[in-house]
């Protein structure tokens, strides 16, 4: 085992966070205070969205904008199969039936061909997944939305900066959905972010995030006195992380520099790795926010995925996997709607073959050449 281990990831915290938490402590309001609603200002400036909502986690948002929609059941949804299983599960929390679709072999984004192809007169959304940071392609997307009376959802998980045709991703759809979980961009320890440029849907999320209250505790005149004018949730976000998220705001440039820096470099020294396949940070006007670096296998899996992560894990490179299973192919989704292996097999190839490696700030000047080593000698021992 190498004594230096490099985490795939890991939260970039220092006293300067701490410092901002105590002053939420020593204070007398925890929720529903200042610090929440500059890092929702704040959040909207960086993103450049007219708004900007903050929230418990990206899958309230990936909830509550559907849920302020209505979907229900009878409704269909458009997901791609390769995402985090959050996306799928919001359209179940709904009763509405996600529709998979499968993804591209040069990016794992939704493929806008397959996507026009699935649609019904049921379908009532797109949710589209910028895989990795990588935005998908909005203009196609959104003309099929607008050809269907559709609308948008774009789950910005792990894409917070992005661009597509210089524009950030949360911009183009209905909504946009953010999480800032310990190991993504930024952090605020747990929580997310929804993003508008609709003025109606900015009220509805903000009001459904809070039981569907008619008025925040700041437009109350008297306290403790509201009607409750809709069904909602309690899904949002409390003032020690917001106080995090401000902070991590006033760093993210230097985040940011840091991963295009290390994908750059890693991306360099896998180039004479003829079994590997690495997505491009960049397609046509799509640029990425560069999470991480997907090393993916050949799909005949001559080369034993599992080997090669133990044998990394032994030289002490953290990896992850983005993501485990082609989303229709997990028992849930599998047995409720009768998904088969063999249908979605862009998807499958990478759910099953694909290594994720760290790009994050917290790697050395040394760690991407280190990394590169260890992936070399770890396919050379798994190769079947």
């Known amino acids: 085992m190498s004594e230096t281990q490099i985490p795939f990831g890991r939260p970039m ?46 899958t309230a948002g990936l909830h509550l904008s559907l849920f ?44 806008p061909g397959l996507v026009a192809a699935s649609l019904t007169d049921q379908t009532r959304a797109i949710m589209v997944v910028h895989f990795l940071g990588l935005p998908c392609a909005m203009d196609r997307i959104m003309e099929i939305a607008d050809g269907a009376q559709a609308f948008v959802v774009e789950d910005c998980a792990i894409a917070i900066d992005a661009t597509f045709n210089r524009r950030k991703v949360g911009n183009f759809g209905m909504t946009g959905c953010f999480s800032f979980y310990p190991v993504k961009h930024m952090t605020t320890i747990e929580g997310g972010m929804v993003t508008t440029n609709d003025d109606a849907i900015a009220r509805m999320v903000a009001s459904r995030k809070a039981f569907g209250y008619d008025r925040t505790i700041a437009e109350r005149a008297r306290p403790g006195i509201y009607d409750v004018t809709a069904l909602g949730y309690n899904y949002r976000m409390n003032e020690v992380e917001a106080a995090v998220g401000l902070v991590q705001l006033g760093k993210l440039d230097s985040f940011q520099a840091a991963r295009a820096a290390n994908h750059r470099k890693l991306s360099v020294e896998l180039a004479d790795i003829a079994e590997v396949t690495v997505f491009p940070p960049t397609k ?9 670096l997907n090393a993916i296998l050949p799909r005949d899996g001559r080369i034993n995925r599992d080997v090669v992560a133990a044998e990394l894990r032994a030289a002490g490179v953290g990896t992850s996997v983005h993501y485990p299973s082609a989303v229709p192919l997990f028992s849930y989704y599998r047995e409720k709607y009768g998904y088969q292996s063999g249908q979605f097999p862009n998807a499958e190839w990478i759910a099953a073959q694909s290594i994720s490696l760290p790009v994050g700030p917290h790697l050395s000047e040394a760690d991407p050449k280190r990394i590169a080593a260890a992936l070399k000698v770890a396919i050379s021992r798994a190769k079947r």
């Open 13 to 58: 915290l220092d006293a300067e966070e701490a410092d901002a938490v105590n002053r939420i402590l020593s204070g007398s309001q925890l929720v529903h205070g200042p610090a929440t609603a500059e890092f929702e200002k704040k959040f909207a400036e960086r993103t450049g969205a007219k708004h900007a909502i903050a929230l418990s986690s990206c």
């Open 68 to 111: 302020v929609r209505d979907i229900g059941p009878g409704d269909e949804i458009i997901v791609p199969a390769m995402t985090h299983v959050a996306t799928a599960h919001a359209v179940e929390f709904c009763r509405a039936k996600p529709v998979f679709v499968d993804v591209e072999a040069d990016t794992g984004n939704l493929d």
């Open 284 to 292: 046509g006007p799509a640029v990425s926010s560069h999470y991480c």
